[in-house]
């Protein structure tokens, strides 16, 4: 019986380091989902780890990339609703109600979690699982729009980095307005709306941006916020005027001229 006793004794010594390091990583997780969300994801790591109740030691042992990693893994399941998102406006009977519905979803996800509005703006190339999301994402939303257009409710020289400059801007928007004038957004949202649907005649709009261009963008604040790949500095240029050499950083799947997938 004492030898039965001890055996428990053991194996409960044995489950505690594991059930600490579970509660650990939970803090840590929680604590950051909370803290993007309120402010986005240039918090700090150490202010993560105040938050969650552990030291930066132990932030690194369950993070060991750092912060890319704890942002790709605090807000992967806001992405996924981004993707579920745009399964539910593909659904909607009528193309240009679901891509309303879409572009104000969105836009109201954005405002109720500034980590996620961050995340829409970056590339984050380690972290297969929020690229594939993306990917995902990105076809299901140029079918969206590729059904507004036949219906013939959206206008024909709309492309997909148009929707990506609106979530930029709105992003910013957010981030002066969210608190004192959170109505800001949805007015942003409802001009847009407006200007990009065919109800009247419009003037044509200047080219807008390439797939590449908009990946170099993203990318640029990926590293200017510490989640992307260090910078190559040429001799003699600014460190922050320089770019990653072409091949490393993921780039964003062109299927057509004009066309972001």
């Known amino acids: ?19 600490d390091a579970a509660r650990n ?30 030291g930066i030691a132990t932030l690194y042992r369950h993070f060991p990339r750092g912060k890319e990693q704890l942002v790709c893994e605090a807000l992967v399941g806001q992405v996924t609703r981004y993707v579920d998102a745009a399964r539910r406006a593909l659904a909607a009977s009528d193309p240009w109600k679901g891509f309303v519905s ?33 990917r995902e994402a990105n076809d299901l939303v140029i079918e969206l729009i590729d ?37 800001s957004s949805r007015r942003l949202a409802a001009f847009f709306l407006d200007a990009v649907s065919m109800r009247r005649s419009r003037a044509p709009l200047p080219d807008p941006p390439s797939s590449e261009q908009m990946l170099r963008a993203m990318t640029r604040l990926a590293t200017a916020r510490g989640c992307g790949p260090e910078p190559v500095v040429a001799r003699g240029e600014p460190a922050e005027a320089v770019m990653p050499r072409d091949g490393e950083v993921r780039r964003l799947a062109v299927d057509r001229p004009g066309g972001m997938r």
Do not use: H, W
């Open 1 to 19: 019986m004492e030898e039965l006793e001890d055996a428990i004794v053991v194996r409960a010594r044995a489950r505690r380091p594991r059930s």
């Open 25 to 54: 990583r939970a803090a840590l997780l929680a604590a950051a989902e909370e803290l993007y969300a309120d402010q986005g994801i240039d918090v700090s790591l150490e202010e993560i780890a105040r938050s969650a109740g552990v």
């Open 102 to 134: 879409f572009v104000e979803e969105i836009c109201a996800m954005q405002e109720g979690d500034l980590g996620f509005s961050d995340v829409l703006a970056t590339v984050l190339p380690a972290d297969e699982r929020v690229e594939e999301l993306r």
């Open 147 to 183: 059904r507004a257009k036949a219906a013939g409710k959206l206008r024909a020289d709309f492309v997909g980095e148009d929707l990506l400059l609106l979530l930029i801007a709105n992003a910013a928007v957010l981030n002066v307005t969210r608190r004192d004038a959170p109505s």
